[in-house]
């Protein structure tokens, strides 16, 4: 009996699926299944499924609709429960380490709450060819602060308890901007994090990724375009805080601290008063990982384009 279940969601995977898919049965601790939901594909990602499954019992395979990627993790999510189980997220294109999941396991289970706990970890990122590129930023303080405004927890390398994914699963696929940061949205606001600061899995950049990962220098000059533009189309709408306010419906039981960030941050848009919006930049703790784009934050905050 597996205490562990792999869920992976795939769609048109066929260039790196099966690299993937023999990394992952090769994991040097082997009580997991490995449970994959197909996403309506049309090239030969199905036909790759079939013949792993008939290679390793642990693997089983079901074929869908084209629901898009957080409605099919949310439906692989769904159709596995076991009260003392564990679950992780898993990406097509990548390639684990072979002791990622031992690693997370073992940091799972010696945890004080692991059915609430999330672990996950850095990522080495990698070109089409697994030609090293960088590894990512370390996040700074992963918590409900950074989570509300930011993903840390990249779904590939999440491993997870029971508890969270019941939690996981009260929240409605519509209103997730990706699955994996309502992951990380839930474990800060209701559970633990454990950070692992070494790459455990080969994160590969190419033009099909879902959720591509910019090098610093990169990433500070897009932000800070789309910034300016913001403020001089007068064009407002944080994308987190509508996810943000449905967390807040979702968990109307959070705790206090947990409610008070969530409903000051969602007050402070609309407020005219700019004296009130300047006092909520300078004192709150939300941040992202990188300080230049904190700064970027805030001042999207302080002119109301949230």
């Not at 060819?129 to 390398?157: H, K, M, W």
């Not at 500070?220 to 509508?242: C, M, P, T, V, Y």
Request: with cysteine.
């Amino acid at each position: 009996m597996p205490n562990l279940y792999v869920l992976l969601s795939t769609f048109n995977g066929e260039t790196y699926l099966e690299e993937l898919l023999q990394s992952v049965i090769q994991q040097s601790y082997r009580h997991f299944e490995l449970r994959i939901r197909d996403d309506g594909s049309v090239d030969n990602t199905v036909e790759i499924l079939r013949k792993y499954a008939a290679l390793d019992s642990r693997i089983v395979v079901e074929l869908g609709s084209n629901i898009g990627v957080q409605a099919s993790f949310y439906s692989l999510l769904e159709s596995v429960e076991d009260a003392t189980g564990f679950y992780a997220f898993c990406d097509q294109d990548d390639i684990w380490d072979e002791q990622k999941l031992k690693i997370a396991m073992k940091s799972l289970t010696g945890s004080p709450r692991p059915d609430t706990t999330l672990y996950f970890s850095r990522l080495s990122c990698v070109d089409a060819n697994n030609n090293f590129l960088y590894d990512t930023d370390q996040p700074r303080a992963p918590g409900i602060l950074n989570a509300l405004v930011e993903n840390s927890a990249i779904g590939c390398t999440c491993v997870f308890g029971h508890s969270l994914r019941g939690d996981f699963l009260r929240g409605d696929p519509a209103h997730m901007i990706m699955h994996d940061w309502w992951l990380y949205l839930c474990a800060a606001s209701r559970g633990e994090l454990i950070y692992d600061d070494v790459p455990r899995i080969r994160y590969r950049q190419h033009d099909n990724t879902a959720t591509p990962r910019e090098p610093g220098i990169s990433r500070l000059r897009n932000r800070f375009r789309g910034l300016l533009k913001r403020i001089w189309s007068q064009d407002a709408g944080l994308e987190s805080l509508a996810q943000a306010n449905h967390l807040l419906a979702t968990y109307p039981d959070s705790d206090v601290g947990t409610r008070a960030n969530l409903e000051v941050l969602s007050g402070s848009h609309g407020v005219v008063n700019f004296p009130r919006r300047l006092g909520y930049v300078l004192t709150t703790g939300l941040h992202r990982n990188n300080r230049l784009e904190t700064l970027a934050l805030k001042l999207v905050i302080l002119f109301d384009l949230h």
